[in-house]
């Protein structure tokens, strides 16, 4: 499995954008299918986006849909999730995952290993 660390979270005004990097160790990381979910204090934790192995294939959740993109390079082991138009029900943490079961469009919290520590996204109003 990889190795998954995020990076890019802050603290932003509402309407405003900031882009996340999950940097993946290993060699295998464009095998995976990735993902990007978000969980809020006392909420459990959500899907977000998720990426194709060549990205060429995306898929959102419908609260998100319009705002954010999520993108790859996989020469650089990376995912990244480009966020504009922030709200302050966005402020989560935000954990990119690998797909290690599960088809396409199957993006259930099972579905997914090799977490990332997360990283703290905060939209003020």
């Known amino acids: 499995q990889v190795q998954l660390v995020e990076s890019g979270g802050g603290l932003v005004q509402a309407g405003g954008s900031l882009r996340l990097s999950c940097a993946a160790s290993?060699?295998?990381?464009?095998?995976?299918?990735m993902g990007w979910f978000r969980q809020a204090p006392g909420k459990e934790r959500e899907f977000v986006a998720a990426i194709s192995l060549s990205g060429a294939s995306t898929y959102y959740a419908d609260s998100v849909k319009g705002r954010f993109t999520i993108s790859r390079d996989n020469a650089k082991n990376t995912v990244y999730l480009q966020m504009n138009s922030l709200k302050p029900e966005d402020t989560a943490v935000y954990y990119c995952a690998a797909k290690v079961s599960g088809g396409w469009p199957s993006f259930s919290r099972t579905d997914f290993g090799s977490w990332g520590q997360g990283t703290q996204v905060t939209v003020s109003s």
């Open positions: 290993g060699r295998t990381f464009s095998s995976y299918v």
